[in-house]
């Protein structure tokens, strides 16, 4: 049988058990009983999980949560104690939840530092729902007394707003099947709204929603979002979410691998069991949120939370410098055969690539007070560095049309309007738009992307005519800003850029493009 992690109840040890539950003490040497010791490198949690409720309903408990926002709450709880513990709640699959649901919430967190590598056990996950199979329990624990804040980190696509107006996309699958059905939800607003309505209908106040996710001024947006689906059903309610409820920003950072089959036996062969939810991620990490809760929350800020009065401004510096940064790295990358950050990093060519655009990038940011744009840069350049984290560039490149009009289309904008150089933002493009081809280095891939069906249409129609590419990609509707979509300077340089990529190959043409770059 395989043995998975799980919880004894006692503050210091885990216990190995099966599938059915039943211990086993004779199959290690290191049977992980209360008073025992962890292998070295590893801490248990610094309190007993059962003696704490769950406060936090936290949609999309995948990897990133788990090495994020469940790490800050788990050291709340061990400094402050409360009814913090999250119920993850899975909007698109069971598996995730299944995982953490056997092991009771709890799975070990890998922190892979330049120098060293801790390992730590997160038991601040009470348990998970899959909304798949029905909604009712996730709304009966919406509907809770006892749940004050739900949080989020379902990716870009799952929201359903258009773009940066808050208007919902009645075309977005979940959407249109929630407001045909806003009773029986599946998707984010929908449940939301539903939670809502429950809390009303009983007499409770709202819950603070928070947005964890990569999108500009994602409060406000998640705010419009959740205000247009309610007036669509039922405006009262969305009056009353008005008044009382609360949506702060937020801005999150750690980077957080995928789980390898190599990382998952590493992590069994170090525990002595299998933990099929083990997550591995660097020591850097940033939460910054804006303090405007309207229901209570953990003392966050005693784990280093920063709370702040406007997070924009530093989520504007994270998506530009950082994300977008990542996102030229994964498409140069990939389409160049670098499977890591790390490998691309190692390639001078492609390093000098993303040091000239986190520069440029930086130049589109307002002043921002105690923070030196150049040390964040070089902060920046040494985590990619990070020999030690394995980042996939597929798995950043994915959900591309997602992604590129906060991390490379609104600071390009800015860039052109500001008569500033705008060429590292021209190359992220080209190479995000010949990656949307679907094939590269001899083998086709998947674009994982929302829109991939009608980007694999234009790319494969127009062939190897960049300037057919480019203006079919620029006329998806809410794709990239009119004012960059019809310049001719803007639309000449990608246009170069991308032709170059189609003609002579990638690696050629990436060198040439960081000589006109340098010059």
């Known amino acids: 049988m395989t043995r998975v992690l799980a919880h004894t109840g006692f503050t210091s040890g885990l216990l190995l058990t099966d599938c059915t539950g039943e211990q086993d003490t004779h199959r290690h040497p290191m049977h992980l009983l209360p008073g025992t010791q962890l292998p070295s490198g590893t801490t248990a949690p610094q309190y007993n999980p059962e003696n704490h409720g769950i406060g936090i309903v936290h949609f999309g408990p995948g990897a990133f949560h788990r090495a994020h926002q469940a790490v800050y709450t788990d050291d709340v709880l061990a400094r402050h104690g409360g009814d913090w513990r999250i119920c993850g709640v899975s909007l698109q699959s069971t598996q995730g939840a299944d995982i953490l ?6 799975y070990s967190l890998t922190i892979r530092g330049t120098e060293k590598t ?18 009712e329990a996730a709304l009966d624990l919406l509907a809770g007394p006892s749940i004050r804040i739900v949080s989020m980190t379902v990716t870009e ?46 007499g409770l106040p709202p819950f603070t929603v928070l947005c964890c996710d990569n999108l500009p001024e994602n409060g406000r947006l998640i705010r419009a979002g959740v205000l247009d689906f309610a007036n669509r059903t039922d405006p009262n ?3 009353w979410i008005a008044e009382n409820g609360a ?26 069991a299998r933990d099929s939810a083990a997550t591995q991620t660097e020591a850097f990490t940033q939460w910054v949120v804006e303090d405007t809760f309207c229901n209570s929350r953990p003392r966050w800020e005693d784990a280093g939370v920063l709370f702040v009065p406007d997070v924009a401004p530093y989520e504007n510096m994270k998506l530009r410098m950082l994300n977008g940064t990542h996102s030229l790295i994964a498409y140069t990358g990939f389409l160049t055969g670098k499977k890591y950050v790390r490998d691309v990093m190692q390639d001078p060519v492609l390093r000098a690539l993303a040091l000239a655009h986190m520069k440029n990038a930086a130049l589109t940011l307002a002043d921002l007070p105690a923070v030196d744009f150049k040390t964040y840069a070089a902060e920046l350049s040494d985590r990619f560095d990070n020999s030690a984290i394995a980042h996939e560039t597929w798995q950043i490149a994915m959900d591309g049309s997602q992604k590129m009009p906060q991390r490379i289309f609104a600071p390009a904008t800015d860039a052109l309007e500001a008569g500033r150089a705008s060429a590292t933002f021209a190359v992220a493009t080209a190479a995000w738009m010949r990656y949307c081809l679907g094939h590269a280095n001899g083998r086709d891939h998947d674009l994982r992307d929302p829109l991939e069906a009608d980007l694999l249409t ?62």
Request: proline share 5%.
């Open 101 to 106: 649901n056997r092991q009771k919430g709890r």
């Open 118 to 135: 801790e390992r730590r056990i997160i038991a601040s996950i009470s348990h998970a729902l899959a909304a798949t199979r029905g909604s």
């Open 157 to 202: 696509k799952a929201y359903g707003i258009l773009g940066t107006s808050g208007k919902v996309d009645t075309s977005h699958p979940a959407v249109a099947a929630d407001l045909r059905n806003p009773k029986d939800p599946r998707g984010l607003l929908g449940l939301l709204v539903a939670g809502f309505a429950r809390r009303k209908a009983a």
């Open 237 to 239: 309610l969305a009056g």
């Open 247 to 272: 949506f702060p920003s937020t801005m999150v950072d750690r980077i957080t691998p995928a789980a390898t089959d190599a990382f998952l036996a590493e992590t069994e062969k170090q525990l002595g």
């Open 458 to 519: 234009i790319t494969r129609k127009a062939g190897s005519d960049a300037a057919q590419i480019f203006d079919g990609i620029a006329g998806i509707p809410r794709l990239m800003p009119k004012v960059l979509a019809g310049s001719s300077e803007w639309r000449a340089d990608v246009v170069r850029y991308l032709g170059a990529m189609l003609s002579e190959g990638c690696e050629p043409a990436l060198a040439s493009a960081l000589k006109n770059i340098r010059t």
